[in-house]
């Protein structure tokens, strides 16, 4: 969605900013549908009692995220305030989160594996997923005052 939105933006500015308003409300659902996802996994792995499972290939995905991520949300987070563009700056939270999330899993697995504390990732989970959903609210916001 935001590919095309910059593309249209060389083709017509005016359509550009519909897009942009699209876009930008697209991303936001992404983030309050990401948001609710992490409660309903969190509360349901707290009430089962259920502690993180680990992979070679999960812990190696997280790690090539927390190399990646950051680097990709920095890039994504400039070019939005250039462009004065919430779809994109709502992207780029999503990566954030994307790469807090990976952390939070690493540092989850760590905390199971030496102290026993299985809740700690499902903890972290539900605390993500009020700043995502939080920015979703606010990328909603903005794009209502997209002209």
């Known amino acids: 969605m935001l590919v095309w939105r910059f593309r249209v933006q060389v083709e017509d500015p005016r359509r550009a900013l519909r897009v942009e308003r699209a876009a930008a409300r697209l ?14 996994e969190s509360v349901r792995s707290l009430s089962d009692r259920v ?10 995905i997280a790690i090539a995220s927390l190399v ?3 680097v990709l949300a920095v890039v994504k987070l400039r070019l939005a305030a250039r ?8 992207d780029g939270v999503l990566t954030v989160a994307g790469a807090v999330l990976a952390s939070a899993v690493l540092i989850g697995l760590l905390l199971d594996r030496s102290l026993g504390w299985w809740w700690c990732d499902p ?10 959903g939080g920015e979703g609210g606010r ?4 794009s ?4």
């Open 123 to 132: 903890v972290a989970a539900l605390l993500i997923s009020v700043l995502v």
């Open 68 to 70: 990646v991520l950051p």
């Open 27 to 40: 991303v936001a659902a992404v983030l309050v549908i990401v948001s609710l996802t992490l409660v309903v």
């Open 144 to 147: 209502r005052r997209i002209a």
């Open 83 to 90: 462009l004065d563009s919430p779809g994109l700056h709502g």
């Open 139 to 142: 990328t909603l916001v903005a």
């Open 51 to 60: 502690g993180p499972d680990s992979s070679a290939i999960g812990v190696s």
